[in-house]
Every structure is written in C-alpha cells, then in structure tokens.
C-alpha cells in the first residue's frame, strides 16, 4: 500500500523545514531526507543570514546588492519579495529558539560578506546552518501533523498520465527507496522539491555527499523547466589539506578583515577589483583561478594572523578548531585555501510562490530558480530564500488541498522488471569519479568551447552506459545519484554551451565580454516529452 499525505516534502534542509512546519496546520506532511534528517548543505552553512536588521541599513541597498551581484539576471520581483519579507522569517526563527550572535548591547551582531554594502548578516558563530536546522527540527517535532522519513530516497516523480496532454500531468508523489532495498509510493496532494544543490557533480565541493541535484533531474525528467545551469557559484575559500573533504573557509573571514596572499607573501585582489578581497564571489575565485595558473603553485593563503586568536576563538570557533586538527593554527599563519564548486544558482523554474511548470510540484530552495540569484548569488542570500520561499509556498499549496482530490485509481507501484543484483558495481564508482573529474576539468571556474563540447561528448556516452545499467540492475542509491549528477552535469553543459557570452559565474575564454544585447535572459531547457 502507498504512503498517503497531504503534502509531500523531499528534503530536510531549511526550505523543507519552513514549508513543513507551516503546512503542518493544514495536513499531514511528510519529509523525506536521503540520510540522517540532519544531514544538508543547510547542516553546514558557516557565514549566516542576511536581512536587513540594522537601523542603519535600507532594503534598498540589500535590494540593490542583490541586483549587482546578479549580474543583470535577477528577477526583480523575486529579489524585492526575498529581501522585504526576510527580515520577518528571521525574526519567527528567533521566537523558536535559534541562537544567534549578539554584541552586549543586545542586538544581534551583524557581519559583512562579499558584494555586501553594509554589515547585515545575522550569525550563529561559524555553524549558522546547524544552529537553524536544530531551532526548525525541534519545532517539527512538536506537531504531531510531520512524519520523518530519514534514509529514503526519492527515485523519481509520479505523474498522472491519464490525459494526452504533457503539460496537464499532475505530479501524484514519488517512487522512494528505502533503506532496507524496497521501493515504496509516497503520495500527496502536493509534493515540494526541496532536496538542495548539486555541489557533489564537481571533483572539489564545499557540499557534502547528499548534494547531487536529485531534485532538478526529477523535475527535468518529468517535464519542468530548468533555468541558469551554466551559474555554478564557485566559493573562493576551501581549505586545502589532503584529507579535508574540502572544509569551507567562511567568506566571513574576509569580511572581518582577512587578507587573501600568494605563497611569498603579496596581496592580489586589489589587482581583481576595487572591494579586493571582498568582491564578489565570482570575481574572487576567477581571480584565485588566474593566480594559481600564473604561479603554478597549488593554493593562496587567507591571513587572519593580525586579528588575534582571542578573537578568532570566539568568533569562528568552529574553523579554528578543524584548521588546528589539521595542524594549521590560523592565529599565527595564514590558511592555504583553494576554490570549490558551491552552489547551484540555477534550478527548477517556480513562480513567486514556488511552483513549477508541473502542476501539483512545487520547488524551494537551492534546488529553485525563483530568479533571486540571477548569474551570481549574493553571499548568504540563500537561508533567506529558502526560510521565504519555504513559507510563500505554503499558502498558495493549501489552496491545492481544496481543489484537487487525488485520483480514484492509484499509480502502478515500481516494477523492477527483469533487474538483477549489480555484479559490475566499479561501472558506478568508475563513472561517478569521471563524470566530477571532467566537469571539474572542463566545466569549471573557466571555459571553452573546446572544452564544453569534449564534456558533451563524454557525458552522452556515460549517460548511455548508465541508463543501460539502470534498467538492467536493482536500483541502489549510489546508481541513483550517479543517475542524477550525470543528468545534471548535462544540463549544465547544455546551459553553458548556449549562453555565447561571459557574464557572472559563467566565464569563456571564447567570448570574454558579457553581450547584454543578446544575452540579458535566463537559458530555459525543457524536455520533449
Ligand atoms: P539542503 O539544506 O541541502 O537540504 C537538502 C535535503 O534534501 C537534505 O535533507 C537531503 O537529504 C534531501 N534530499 C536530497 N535528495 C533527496 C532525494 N532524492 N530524496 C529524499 N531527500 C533528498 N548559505 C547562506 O545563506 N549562508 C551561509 O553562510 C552559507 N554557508 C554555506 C556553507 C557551506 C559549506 C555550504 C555547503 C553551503 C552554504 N550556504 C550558505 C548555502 C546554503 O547552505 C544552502 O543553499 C541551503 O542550506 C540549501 O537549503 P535547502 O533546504 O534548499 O537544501
Ligand atoms: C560562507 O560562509 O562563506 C558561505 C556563505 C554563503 O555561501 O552564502
């Protein structure tokens, strides 16, 4: 028998918990998570939250900071609406217990991150993400209406084919694999998207292992339109240490006064850009980019030497900590960093209130494109858009419980046909290590046309083998995501091969200038169906 909820969340990062913590005064909600519940890029987020909370701040500047950083891509309407009500969906996770920093006086201490023109970034300490997950977690707990559902996987979506029509297919819920190996049906009146980014496509990431763009090759399967691949945002700062998994280094560090230097000592970023080292992130990590082509040598250095350990003790407790388990004291010697794929500004087209062009699926997060990041995110905009956005969902979502009664027949449950235990598992591990080395190699902070088109290559065949093994061997959750980041890696290629210009985080060596007379639009792909 399937699941049956009124409303189906996939994902447990901050977009999921907002929306199901509203929605649960509505209906019954289920959230599904591919590991631990607290396993998320929102688990990790360091730098914090900006929102418009000083007095001497305007949301006109947060507005406008948005808008630059964007590139010319922003939707207006989405970065107005982000900004206005962010500072409200702050404030509510306050009242359920999020602690964050505050100066004696008692307001909240605010820092500055790149592409900021004032200090507006709400924090908690360096582990802001976890301090916001625990503060919505707890309070999901309290309402009997949520159901967890840690270790599931959702395959793909299911659609009610039952009219000729594409675009009227109604998403019914999910096929989701359990821990135990079975497929199961969950269903719902409304399924939201809200499964985060897709960091894992690339060899070096900030994210961790949950982040391979599940949700966006869903939707893109199913008929949604997916927009702005090409803007993979690229963090400056990871630490580089061989057995660091590629450990963020907050752009915060920067914004307390941290200097960015080559291995003999010399600053370079004001060389980039007028802010330095608080330009914004594109800017930054090409800059990193250069410099390292240039020299030859494998890092730059982040100094925070000069400010103290007193102070870096308090304030980022947490990257003090790991710098020293790796044998790197930052009070007395600069931190070697490198730059790492980080976050997915393009995504599942949603309207203002996250709805995609599938009826009855809607889509939050970083796994959105609601048009607030344009070509380039804003540091820290990304927990506001997933607290506004989780919440703006709700509301038009609940009118859909009145209106759409499932249908009376239920969807087939999985058919796993004739599949059999894989006994060729290095296809997966081989093709997964291929499929990040080449996007890092020729999809990354710099690009070609070259370079694209042998990723294209590459990729349709993986894509073949893949669907070949797929169809032949019992689904396990590694040959989902391999599925998943194949598709993904795809996508953005495609995004990327289009757009004949350079313009935010996306940069080609073949047409180095940003082109606004033919290129001031989004790059939307959607599948024949
Ligand atoms: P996530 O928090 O990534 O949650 C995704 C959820 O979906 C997880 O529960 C996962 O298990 C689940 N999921 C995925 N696929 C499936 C599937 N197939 N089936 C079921 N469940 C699935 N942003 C800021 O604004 N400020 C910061 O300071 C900041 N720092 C960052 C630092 C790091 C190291 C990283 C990685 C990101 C940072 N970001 C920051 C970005 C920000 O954390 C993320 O964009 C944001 O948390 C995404 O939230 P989300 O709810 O959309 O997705
Ligand atoms: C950071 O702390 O540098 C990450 C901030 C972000 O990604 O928004």
């Known amino acids: 028998m399937p699941h049956r909820f009124d409303f189906l969340v996939l994902g447990s990062g901050v977009a999921g918990l907002s929306f199901a913590l509203q929605a649960a005064r509505h209906g019954t909600v289920a959230v599904l998570a591919k590991r631990e519940r607290a396993e998320s890029n929102t688990a990790y987020a360091q730098g914090g939250i900006a929102s418009v909370l000083a007095p001497t701040d305007t949301f006109d500047a947060h507005i406008e900071d948005t808008l630059v950083a964007g590139a010319g891509l922003c939707h207006r309407d989405a970065v107005e609406v982000t900004v206005k009500e962010g500072p409200g969906r702050v404030r509510e996770l306050v009242e359920l217990g999020a602690e964050f920093n505050r100066r004696s006086t008692g307001e909240f201490d605010l820092t500055r991150e790149g592409g900021h023109s004032a200090r507006r970034i709400i924090h908690s300490g360096d582990i802001t993400g976890r301090e916001v997950q625990r503060a919505l977690l707890a309070a999901c707990d309290e309402q009997p209406n ?29 096929y989701a694999l359990l821990e135990n190996g079975d497929i199961e049906r969950f269903l719902a009146k409304v399924t939201v998207l809200a499964t985060g980014g897709a960091g894992k496509v690339y060899l070096y990431t900030s994210n961790p292992d949950v982040a391979t763009g599940d949700g966006v090759a869903m939707a893109y399967r199913a008929g949604a339109r997916v927009a ?13 240490h061989p057995e660091a998994k590629s450990f963020l280094i907050s752009e915060a560090l920067r914004g307390e006064g941290g200097k960015l230097r080559l291995k003999g000592g010399a600053t370079f ?18 800059a990193i980019d250069a410099e390292l082509k240039r020299t030859g040598d494998e890092c730059v250095y982040l100094d925070m030497t000069h400010l103290g350990r007193a102070f870096l003790m308090e304030r980022f407790p947490n990257i003090y900590a790991t710098c020293r388990a790796f044998n790197i004291d930052m009070a007395v010697q600069p931190i070697p960093v490198v730059p790492a794929a980080h976050y997915m500004c393009g995504g599942v087209v949603t309207d203002l209130d996250g709805r995609t062009t599938v009826p009855g699926l809607y889509a939050i997060g970083e796994v959105a494109c609601t048009g607030l990041h344009g070509a380039n995110r ?32 239920e969807p087939p449950a999985w058919d796993s046909g004739s599949a059999v235990e894989s006994d ?8 997964w290590d291929e499929i990040r080395r080449l996007m890092w190699n020729y999809v990354g902070i710099v690009r070609t046309d070259k370079r694209l088109m042998r990723a294209r290559r590459r990729l349709e065949l993986l894509r073949e083998e893949i669907r ?6 019992k689904v396990t959750r590694d040959v989902i995501e391999l599925r998943n980041i194949a598709e993904v890696a795809y996508l953005i290629v495609d995004c990327a091969s289009r757009r004949k210009e350079s313009r935010g985080l996306h940069f080609t060596l073949d047409y180095p200038h940003t082109d606004d007379h033919h290129w001031l639009r989004d790059t939307v792909l959607s599948r024949e169906l």
């Open 146 to 174: 949520i159901t967890f559902f840690p270790h599931t996987a959702a395959i793909d979506l299911i659609l009610d084919r039952r009219t000729p029509n594409p675009a009227a297919h109604r998403c019914l819920g999910v």
């Open 228 to 240: 702005n691949m090409e803007f993979y945002q690229f963090h400056p700062t990871c630490l580089f």
């Open 269 to 286: 970023m004001e060389r980039y850009h007028p802010l330095g080292a608080l330009a914004p992130r594109d800017v930054v990590a090409r």
């Open 378 to 409: 804003l540091a820290s905009n990304s927990l506001l858009e997933g607290l506004v956005f989780g919440y703006r969902a709700v509301k038009v979502a609940v009118e859909e419980l009145r209106t759409h009664a499932p249908p009376k027949e």
């Open 424 to 431: 060729e598992s290095v296809v997966v591990t081989h093709n």
């Open 468 to 473: 070949d093994y797929y169809w032949r061997f």
